[in-house]
Nanobody, 120 residues
C-alpha cells in the first residue's frame, strides 16, 4: 500500500479531526500531495494540496478551517480539520501527484480513503 489514510471518525459539528496519510513512496518529498473528498451522491472534489516545496492551496469551502501539512522526515501528510460542519461529511482520500526528478518519472497514487462523519 503506497498511501495509508487514517484518522477519520464521527464528530459533532464544531469539532476537530486530524487526518494522517502515511506514504510508502520511493521519494516522498518530491511529490505534491493532496486531500480530496467524496460525499454520497457527489463527485470527488479537491480539498487541499501542498506542493513539494510546502505551498498550500485550499478549496473555498474549507479555507480558514482546514490546514494541510507534511512531514517529509516521516513521509506523512496531514489534514487538520477544525470547525467541522455536517457538509464536511465524506470519505477523504489522500493522493500523491506524479513527479519527475533527475530525469526519472515517479507515478502518483491514491490512498484507500477514511470516512469522516459530522453530526449536527
Amino acid at each position: 500500500v503506497q498511501l495509508q489514510a487514517s484518522g477519520g471518525g464521527l464528530v459533532q459539528a464544531g469539532g476537530s479531526l486530524l487526518l494522517s496519510c502515511a506514504a510508502s513512496l520511493s521519494i516522498f518529498s518530491i511529490h505534491d500531495m493532496a486531500w480530496h473528498r467524496q460525499a454520497p451522491g457527489r463527485q470527488r472534489e479537491l480539498v487541499a494540496s501542498i506542493s513539494s516545496r510546502g505551498s498550500e492551496s485550499y478549496a473555498d469551502s474549507v479555507k480558514g478551517r482546514f490546514t494541510i501539512s507534511r512531514d517529509n522526515a516521516k513521509d506523512t501528510v496531514y489534514l487538520q480539520m477544525n470547525s467541522l460542519k455536517p457538509e464536511d461529511t465524506a470519505v477523504y482520500y489522500c493522493a500523491a501527484d506524479p513527479a519527475y526528478a533527475d530525469g526519472s518519472y515517479y507515478p502518483g497514487f491514491w490512498g484507500q480513503g477514511t470516512l469522516v462523519t459530522v453530526s449536527s
